[in-house]
């Protein structure tokens, strides 16, 4: 089930499963700050020849700043889409392999070829949904999404030929400035997650969802469904397992996370939030260098039982993440993609 719920400041969209949260996207919708998936045109400003990266003017004085700056030059004008937001004095990220998307599609004009979902597994489907969009092949590549599935090829090249002209308009005027608006809440999670059965929305959010969505509509769905419980329990930084607990200190330089057995086996207990970890890490949209403290200073087999188990977790949760290894005072290390602002920082952020 999704519910969503829209109020002056934010809008909030929680994917439900099993009565349990497993996907939470949020706008702050006062934002005027350029947030992932927003297209910008660029210019560069500057090369940073230590690093390989450049600097970039995205106009009304934003500066961005490209971490691969292969193939570009001072002066030049190009499309960028934003791919991590301005943290403090490091400006945006841009990368200049844009994504458009469409119900069925994602549009990369700089990357060539038709890729086809893992998740369509039959060989002539896959044969299908490719013959469809070998017309538009020249304008760049395409990525053939799992909803694809049995639409009609029409549907597709209509998809396609809108994407494609989208393009065309947004790369015509050479000033820099905002071209395409980020994904909202309600998209990001779609994209993430695919088809939804149920929805449940408020009526200030009801013209966000697709229009063939069928809605439920419910004055505060998040009061109904006691979502607010669960996201209040998800920013505090510790978190009851079945057997044990453990505690999540986030800092600018890392993720700490102590693991507490409670007076029950450490055995269990570490399994235990090795499974748990990556799910909460990534709900409460904490990354970087995550260092956790297992208890009582496991060695051997059970360091390796440990960090499979964290690895299988990890790459179900947290898209991107690498084990590190275990470290000299006995900590495993994990490497995660910093997703942007945390959880807390999202929900109570003063939005003014």
């Known amino acids: ?163 494609t002209t989208r393009y065309e308009r947004l790369a015509t005027d050479p000033a820099p400035g905002l071209r395409a608006a980020p994904p909202d809440a309600i998209t990001c999670l779609l994209d993430r997650v695919g088809r939804i059965d149920s929805i449940i929305a408020d ?36 978190h009851d397992m079945t057997e044990g607990w453990l505690s999540i200190d986030p800092t600018p330089a890392l993720v700490a996370i102590d693991v507490n057995t409670a007076g029950h086996s450490p055995a269990r207990v570490n399994l235990d939030a090795a499974r748990a970890i990556p799910r909460l890490l990534s709900l409460k949209k904490l990354g970087g260098l995550v260092c956790i403290d297992f208890a009582g200073a496991p060695k051997g087999p059970d360091r390796t039982r440990i960090a499979d188990t964290l690895q299988r977790a990890a790459s179900r949760w947290l898209e991107g993440a690498r084990i590190a290894g275990w470290g000299p005072a006995g900590l495993l290390e994990l490497v995660s993609p910093r997703p942007g602002r945390s959880l807390a920082t999202l929900i109570a952020e003063d939005t003014r």
């Not at 297209?39 to 934003?62: F, S």
């Not at 990369?108 to 002539?124: L, V, Y």
């Not at 299908?128 to 029409?154: M, N, S």
């Not at 697709?210 to 920013?235: G, H, K, N, W, Y």
């Open 203 to 238: 009526e200030a959010s009801i013209s966000a969802l697709p229009q063939a969505a069928q809605v439920r509509c419910d004055s505060a769905p998040f009061e109904m469904l006691d979502i607010d419980t669960a996201l209040a329990a998800l920013i505090a930084p510790r």
């Open 1 to 163: 089930m999704l519910a969503v719920e829209t109020d002056d400041a934010l809008r909030r969209a929680v994917l439900l499963r099993d009565g349990m949260i497993a996907a939470i996207e949020i706008n702050r919708l006062n934002d005027c700050i350029p947030l992932p998936g927003a297209i910008y045109r660029c210019r560069i400003t500057g090369m940073l020849h230590g690093i390989g990266a450049a600097t970039a003017d995205m106009g009304q004085g934003i500066e961005g700043f490209f971490p691969e700056a292969h193939g570009l030059a001072p002066g030049q004008s190009l499309l960028a889409e934003v791919r991590r937001e301005p943290d403090g004095e490091k400006a945006a990220r841009l990368s200049s392999a844009i994504q458009l998307r469409s119900a069925h599609l994602v549009f990369t004009p700089a990357r060539a070829g038709i890729n086809i979902s893992r998740r369509i597994e039959d060989e002539a489907e896959r044969a299908r949904l490719r013959a469809a969009l070998d017309p538009f092949a020249g304008h760049g590549g395409f990525v053939i999404r799992t909803d694809a599935r049995d639409v009609p090829e029409q549907v597709l090249r209509e998809e396609a030929a809108s994407l």
